[in-house]
């Protein structure tokens, strides 16, 4: 029931009570005359039918009366309930008015923030995208300046680099050269002076200079620049021992076991022995001073092993490694080098260079042992040197038997040949000759002229055409064939070094008979004596002269040692062997009258200062 | 001098003597002392030693020696009395009479001429 509204409540409470007061009480005058009007026995009954008809009227007329309120109140609440309805409807409208409007107002700020803050964007990303192109571009100019400021530098370091590495190479190399003069120097020194006092101050001198030598030699192997001196011809093993004690300071507590007879090919035997000279030295200097050191030479089949050993101080594992890896030759940077450190750098380069293996061991002497491994490439066995004197002379020409006589003519054989290239015309005929009786059997085609210009161009031509027809079929080393006199094949070998800064091949060859002073000097005096007649070359004696002459130089001979007379066998037949060729080498002795060198007339190196003193 | 390079061997001469450079007060050899050796070159033997033995097998002076060996006469004298004192060689003088023979000498002064 919806509460009663204030206008229905104010004649409610009056009409319930008053309309059913009103009818009940006119019901009662209504009945109470219908009693008195009617009959006298009908009075009772019609006063019972006229109440309850009354009391019924009564009830109707309050029943009506409520209904008649009730439909009012509920007709006034409608009307209210409908005010309300259109009151919110109108609010309803309002309130979207509002939400339409605010929305509107709402988007379109929002549009706006929108657009401003899209252009804010936009602005700032070409202000941003600006900057870094720009910074880009700067940065790029200076990365590109710095390149190339880093790379001019570069070049700088490295030309400066360059520099100074050719500069050092060419100073070690002309220190080398001095070195190597100053050597040769010595040794003739050594060989005209023969008061001991001079000789022990020039034994000193050669010790010194040939360490400097071996510095000069360390230098220019580190620079890169070739090594100084190559030998011509191999050098054995017990010289390859002695050459590298020699270039080291405490060489006298070096002792060599050697029993090898290989020798070293001429090209690799300078490159073993610094090596082997730097190994030495290692070994002397990190021993005590008084203590020994080793050295031991095994044959193996691939090559050669030279052992090394010290007492000294055992290496440590890291040293052991270190030392190991700088001979390996792996790395051939300088950045390494430490100044005082040079010896193992210089073998590793060494070793890099010409493919010998060095390692490092404890030493069962109690210090440290150094193995150089010399491979089989770098090895001739001197086996052959005796065979190879034979089989370099024209054996089958002459009535020659022994080696000796053997050497003899081969030392005429190959003596024009190395003349022929610095010699004038004159004794180039000689040569000729020379070279044509020796070439004829094999190049029977070529004119004389052509061997001459062929013996201008290579020094030793003549070698090459009877090294062929040797019917010994020994092997033999190319190096052989341009050697220019061979020594005695047993000892004292005599090697001709060739020099960068001399022209090796413009020099004339040793003494036509390098062998024997002796003879050497008869022929210098023979020389003298006949240069004071003859200015000019002298014809070529016949046979029978020189058979005469060397006769009568026999019997000089005999006379001057009776003692020996007897047993000279292996003299005497040599002369005469060397008859048939004996006017060659006589001209070529006459020819090299005026291209030998002035050392060698003008002071008393000559070997009459040797036999005479 | 001789000109750079002619140097003839690797080995100098002080490593030949171990760095003696002079012979005792008592080396007995002088410059024709005659030499004779008294074994054969052995195996192991330096190779001077060995090639004095060889040329030694006939007697022959210390200078000839030194001529054919190419070396100063004092370094062969040291190598000389490294091996007589190890007995390998024995040494002696010449005579000296046919020497100063005057005929000879004359005979070696026709013979030089004649060269």
């Not at chain 1, 030699?217 to 093993?237: E, F, H, K, N, Q």
């Not at chain 1, 010399?374 to 040197?385: D, K, N, R, Y």
């Not at chain 1, 090294?467 to 005695?488: D, I």
């Not at chain 1, 062998?515 to 004071?532: F, H, I, K, P």
């Amino acid at each position: 029931m919806t509460p009663p509204l204030p206008g229905d409540r104010t004649d409610g409470p009056r009409s319930p009570l008053t309309v059913p007061l009103l009818t009940a009480v006119l019901a009662a005058l209504a009945v109470a005359a219908a009693v008195f009007a009617g009959p006298e026995p009908a009075r009772g009954a019609l006063a019972v039918t006229g109440t309850v008809a009354g009391l019924l009227l009564c009830a109707a007329v309050t029943v009506a009366d409520r209904a008649v309120a009730s439909a009012r109140a509920a007709r006034t609440r409608l009307d209210t309930v409908t005010e309300d309805l259109g009151r919110l409807l109108k609010e309803q409208n309002r309130l979207t008015e509002e939400h339409t409007a605010e929305l509107a107002r709402l988007t379109e700020e929002r549009t706006a923030e929108r657009a401003r803050l899209t252009e804010e964007h936009t602005a700032t990303t070409d202000r941003l995208t600006e900057e870094h192109t720009a910074t880009t571009d700067r940065l790029t100019e200076e990365h590109a300046a710095h390149v190339a400021r880093l790379d001019a530098r570069l070049r700088e370091a490295e030309s400066a680099r360059a520099a100074a590495l050719s500069a050092t190479a060419n100073a070690a190399g002309r220190m080398q050269a001095l070195a190597t003069g100053m050597l040769a120097d010595l040794r003739a020194m050594e060989d005209k002076h023969h008061d001991e006092e001079v000789l022990a101050d020039l034994l000193h001198l050669d010790h010194r200079t040939a360490q400097a030598g071996r510095l000069a030699d360390s230098v220019a192997v580190l620079t890169g620049a070739r090594s100084g001196r190559r030998w011509a011809r191999p050098i054995a093993m017990e010289s390859i021992l002695r050459g590298a004690m020699g270039r080291i300071g405490g060489y006298q507590r070096v002792r060599a076991h050697s029993a090898s007879d290989t020798a070293v090919a001429g090209h690799a035997a300078e490159g073993v022995m610094h090596a082997l000279a730097e190994l030495l030295d290692n070994a002397a200097n990190f021993s005590p001073p008084t203590a020994e050191v080793h050295v031991y030479v095994e044959e193996v089949p691939s090559g050669i092993i030279v052992s090394v050993e010290d007492s000294g101080l055992v290496m440590s594992d890291v040293q052991l490694r270190r030392a190991e890896r700088a001979v390996s030759g792996e790395s051939t940077d300088l950045g390494g080098l430490t100044g005082t450190r040079l010896g193992l750098a210089v073998v590793g380069r060494l070793a890099r260079r010409y493919g010998l293996k060095v390692s490092y061991r404890p030493s069962a002497r109690g210090g440290t042992s150094a193995l150089m491994l010399i491979p089989q490439e770098l090895l001739v066995t001197t086996g052959a040197s005796a065979p190879e004197s034979t089989g370099t002379a024209p054996a089958a020409t002459s009535s020659a038997t022994t080696a000796r006589a053997g050497e003899a003519t081969a030392t005429t054989a190959t003596a024009p040949a190395g003349e022929a290239t610095t010699t004038p015309a004159t004794t180039a005929t000689a040569a000729t000759a020379a070279i044509a009786a020796r070439t004829a059997p094999a190049i029977p085609s070529e004119e004389p002229a052509a061997a001459a210009a062929r013996a201008a161009d290579r020094p030793a031509p003549p070698a090459e055409p009877t090294a062929e027809p040797t019917s010994a079929g020994l092997p033999r080393r190319r190096s052989s064939r341009t050697k220019p006199a061979p020594a005695a094949p047993d000892h004292r070998h005599d090697p001709v070094p060739e020099h960068e800064s001399a022209a090796p091949d413009g020099e004339a060859p040793p003494l036509v008979l390098p062998r024997r002073r002796r003879g050497r000097t008869l022929a210098d005096a023979e020389r003298t004596w006949s240069a004071g007649r003859t200015a000019d070359p002298r014809p070529a004696p016949t046979a029978e002269e020189t058979r005469a002459r060397t006769a009568r130089f026999s019997s000089f001979r005999r006379a001057v040692r009776p003692t020996t007379a007897a047993p000279t066998g292996d003299d005497a037949p040599a002369r005469p062997a060397t008859a048939p060729t004996a006017p060659t080498a006589d001209d070529v002795r006459a020819g090299r009258d005026t291209d030998t060198p002035p050392a060698a007339q003008n002071n008393p190196t000559t070997p009459e200062g040797d036999t005479t003193s | 001098m001789s000109r750079p390079g002619r140097d003839d061997a690797p080995d100098r001469l002080y490593t030949l003597t171990q760095g003696r450079s002079r012979s005792g007060p008592d080396n007995p050899f002088d410059l024709v002392t005659l030499v004779v050796a008294e074994c054969a070159p052995v195996t192991g033997m330096q190779s001077e030693h060995a090639a004095i033995l060889r040329i030694t097998e006939s007697p022959t002076a210390v200078v000839e020696i030194a001529a054919e060996l190419e070396l100063p006469v004092s370094i062969v004298r040291i190598l000389l009395s490294d091996l007589l004192a190890a007995g390998r060689v024995s040494a002696r003088h010449p005579r000296t009479s046919a020497v100063y023979d005057p005929d000879i000498l004359e005979q070696v002064l026709v013979g030089l001429r004649n060269l």
